[in-house]
């Protein structure tokens, strides 16, 4: 699908170059990968592909940078990340711009990620000031002991393509609040969003070295591996697939540095009979259909309770069909493309081994090819069971398969039956039901009558295959900081006298 992609308003916001030491600068070697808008197929343009020897050279600079960027205080930090929160808000169109063009989200989604993105900046500028240390009662009457916190020192952040702006500010801004410096991966599909970000907190005052980029997709095992067995980088923060994080995990092993890991989910959504559903309807779409399914947190497994399990698929086929699918830059479009080919492929695959096992289409399941070569529609399936693919693995697309349910007891136990526990749903009126299945689920986030959960201020992460560690509120600071105690000895002697 070609399409007109809006000029940048500030053309000094694209960049094609990674940023190392307060420099824009190439690889090494000179390689170079393309970036190709994922609507149409056109070019975007080309970033650096960077290997091993960038990476060390990023990192000897960030390391360089923490010797006098750990010593600044918190406000002095606070001051830094509010103006490059400001910054971003008022460049919000170019950000936007340049999410949908190499995502393929529809502008009002970009524009509200962009918010969301600068919202973390926001939310650590006023944590950076408050990061305290405790006083604790000794046990023995001589000894004086408290802690204090310290930043941890350089970190290094792996991100991915869905989110090309949240997922790096809900990493950069804690590091920052906590004073580390950063190596930040960018995703090799969506690089150009990642620089826009970093050449505005340049402008925000950010020292020399203690924000750093590198870029690469051929070599991004390489690089990955170099951030991982470095005993520089002192903490890892990475959102991805289970089983990258498996690898990235054993890669640090020998180094045994702090890590949080993000992983892939499987978001079981359940609506009860005594939920109001329209409202679950709603839930549902918002959860399942956002960025196309291409959300770590969105709903792949819908349960439904029989009695209005008919009702609830004709409702939810309603809503379907008035989507629009197209060009993100389309103002009518409600929903883009996937990200590429191997999106496509697996969603299509989950589509036919459904239909293959029983399922049935009640909408899509097809590619769209008339409007380009990662289109697919919108696609909802019923009579789904356990033993698809689709129940086991996460779909990553627009594909919403509806499982029928008799009893509470029943669907909690199918809702947990997964390796992973990111995010679930549920929708009910009953305060009882409410808190018995919150507890029930084996999540780290719920949304209870709600398909949104996601907020700079509330915790985000997972349990089981879905890692450790949180983003985001209080907790997110955390990560970046080591707890020191110190114990001062012969404080229980007599008050001098003359």
């Known amino acids: 699908m070609m399409h007109s992609v809006p000029a940048l308003r500030d053309k000094s916001l694209f960049k094609s170059l990674a940023y190392i030491n307060g420099e824009w600068v190439a690889a090494e070697s000179g390689e170079t990968f393309e970036v190709h808008d994922p609507s149409s197929g056109a070019l975007i343009g080309t970033m650096p592909d960077m290997s091993a020897v960038d990476v060390e050279t990023a990192m000897n600079a960030a390391s360089k940078a923490l010797k006098s960027f750990r010593k600044t205080t918190g406000r002095e930090r606070a001051k830094i990340l509010r103006k490059w929160y400001q910054l971003i808000i008022d460049n919000t169109e170019d950000l936007a711009t340049l999410i949908t063009w190499e995502n393929g989200k529809p502008r009002a989604d970009a524009k509200n990620e962009v918010i969301y993105a600068a919202n973390f900046f926001e939310w650590f500028s006023e944590e950076a000031p408050r990061i305290y240390g405790d006083t604790i009662p000794s046990s023995l009457p001589g000894n004086r002991v408290f802690t204090v916190k310290e930043p941890i020192g350089v970190a290094g952040l792996i991100t991915p393509w869905n989110f090309p702006a949240a997922m790096i500010t809900r990493k950069v801004g804690p590091a920052l609040a906590a004073g580390c410096s950063v190596v930040i991966k960018s995703p090799g599909e969506t ?25 690469a997709l051929k070599n991004t095992a390489d690089v990955g591996q170099a951030i991982m067995s470095s005993d520089i980088v002192r903490k890892v923060s990475f959102t991805g697939s289970t089983g990258v994080g498996k690898l990235l995990m054993r890669q640090s092993a020998d180094t045994l540095k702090k890590l949080s890991f993000e992983l892939g989910g499987n978001a079981p959504f359940i609506v009860f009979n005594d939920a109001d559903l329209d409202t679950a309807v709603a839930g549902a779409i918002t959860s399942k259909f956002r960025s196309s399914g291409q959300t770590c947190v969105c709903a792949n497994r819908i349960y439904v309770q029989r009695a209005i399990y008919d009702d609830f698929c004709d409702r939810f086929v309603h809503k379907v069909k008035a989507f629009k699918i197209g060009s993100g830059f389309d103002a009518s479009s409600t929903h883009g493309p996937l990200i590429h080919s191997r999106a496509l492929a697996k969603v299509e695959s989950h589509v036919r081994d459904a239909e293959a096992h029983g399922a049935k289409v009640l909408i899509g399941g097809r590619k769209l090819p008339e409007l380009g070569a990662n289109f697919f529609a919108p696609t909802v399936l019923r009579d789904m069971k356990g033993d698809m693919v689709l129940a086991k693995d996460e779909t990553f697309g627009p594909v919403a398969g509806l499982f029928p349910f008799e009893t509470e007891a029943e669907v909690v136990a199918l809702a947990n039956n997964a390796e992973v526990g990111l995010a679930g749903y549920f929708f009910s009126k009953d305060i009882e039901r409410c808190f018995r299945v919150a507890e029930a689920m084996e999540v780290g986030m719920i949304g209870v009558n709600t398909g949104l959960i996601s907020d700079a201020a509330s915790p985000f992460g997972g349990v089981k295959w879905s890692g450790f560690g949180r983003e985001g509120s209080k907790y997110g600071i955390e990560e970046y900081l080591s707890i020191k105690t110190v114990t001062l000895g012969g404080m229980d002697q007599a008050l001098q006298s003359p």
Do not use: D, Y
């Open 191 to 215: 690089p150009f969003t990642a620089a826009a970000l970093v050449e505005l907190g340049a402008r925000a005052g950010i020292p020399k070295g203690v924000v750093n980029i590198v870029t």
